[in-house]
Nanobody, 121 residues
């Protein structure tokens, strides 16, 4: 079984910074892409940033220049460095990963439990 565990969420003032972490554990053969999504109640889930196995990244326009996604392949961990935070960044942030399990032949999509980020004005 594969599990994604997130940490780092919390309350921060506008203009401040937070770093989110997500660790994948379990029977992992390989990890392809890793990403961060966010969700505000009543709105559609939004892709914030994605990093591929080769290191290429994609960001939502709203966070470009402020957020940085990175991964540590040896630790099966993805990070989201968030700076210059704005109240509109307030959301539940979810870790996502495409993982090849050691026990199953198919690539699976896994989600973390979510971590709340609240930015006060």
């Amino acid at each position: 079984q594969v599990q994604l565990v997130e940490s780092g969420g919390g309350l921060v003032q506008a203009g401040g910074s937070l770093r989110l972490s997500c660790v994948a554990s379990g029977s992992i053969f390989s990890i392809n892409s890793m990403a961060w999504y966010r969700h505000v109640l009543g709105k559609q889930r939004e892709l914030v940033a994605r990093v591929m196995s080769g290191g290429s990244t994609n960001y939502a326009d709203s966070v470009k220049g402020r957020f940085t996604i990175s991964r540590d392949n040896a630790k099966n961990t993805v990070y989201l460095q968030m700076s210059s935070l704005k109240p509109e960044d307030t959301a539940v942030y979810y870790c996502n990963a495409a993982i090849q399990s050691s026990h199953f032949s198919q690539l699976g999509i896994y989600w973390g439990q979510g971590t709340q980020v609240t930015v006060s004005s």
